[in-house]
């Protein structure tokens, strides 16, 4: 009786730890902090202290990346181009993967080169690819690398 309890307890200080948690984010975010901003992003994302909610986490990633968070600016480049709480919007997801890439997130590089390889919310542009797959792989993403390998994008 006493260990049901103590695990009652312990998971109503755990939810109140992430109930509290995602207050103080919120607070934060809605005061204009850019970082707070994609936390709760990715907390409204995931679903962590709180419901998942695919709107929100499009419009706290926006507030966040219009601010040139560079993270938020991939995310925001992955909702479109998955329409995760807004329509599939190819030219909106390039626009902000290109804004992240230009700032060397390497997760941002690798995912508009696939866009110009595959022409996706632009016209096939392999040397664009080759150039976007190459930095992502020469900073640090081992995907990026396998991709240039097997797409033989040397040649570009």
């Known amino acids: 009786m006493k260990t049901n309890l103590l ?3 312990l998971l109503f200080i755990i939810n109140f ?19 707070a901003q994609y936390t709760l ?13 695919m709107k929100q986490a499009l419009y706290w990633f926006e ?8 993270f ?12 995760d ?9 390039l626009y902000w993967f290109e804004k992240s890439a230009k700032q060397g997130y ?11 390889y595959n022409g996706d ?7 664009q690819a080759a150039i976007w797959i190459r930095k992502s792989y020469e900073n640090g993403s081992e995907k990026a690398h396998q991709f240039w390998d097997a797409k033989e994008l040397y040649n570009y």
């Open 63 to 70: 507030k966040s990346a219009k601010q040139g968070n560079a």
């Open 7 to 9: 695990i009652l307890l």
């Open 72 to 83: 938020a600016q991939s995310n925001l480049g992955l909702m479109y181009d998955n329409g």
């Open 121 to 127: 919310g632009t016209l096939i542009d392999k040397k």
């Open 41 to 53: 992003g990715v907390m409204y994302h995931k679903g962590d202290g709180t419901l998942t909610d």
């Open 17 to 35: 730890s992430f109930a509290q948690s995602f207050n103080d984010v919120k607070k934060s975010a809605e005061q204009g902090h850019a970082v």
């Open 106 to 116: 390497e997760d941002a590089q690798y995912n508009l080169g696939l866009m110009y």
């Open 85 to 93: 709480g807004t329509l599939t919007d190819k030219k909106q997801a």
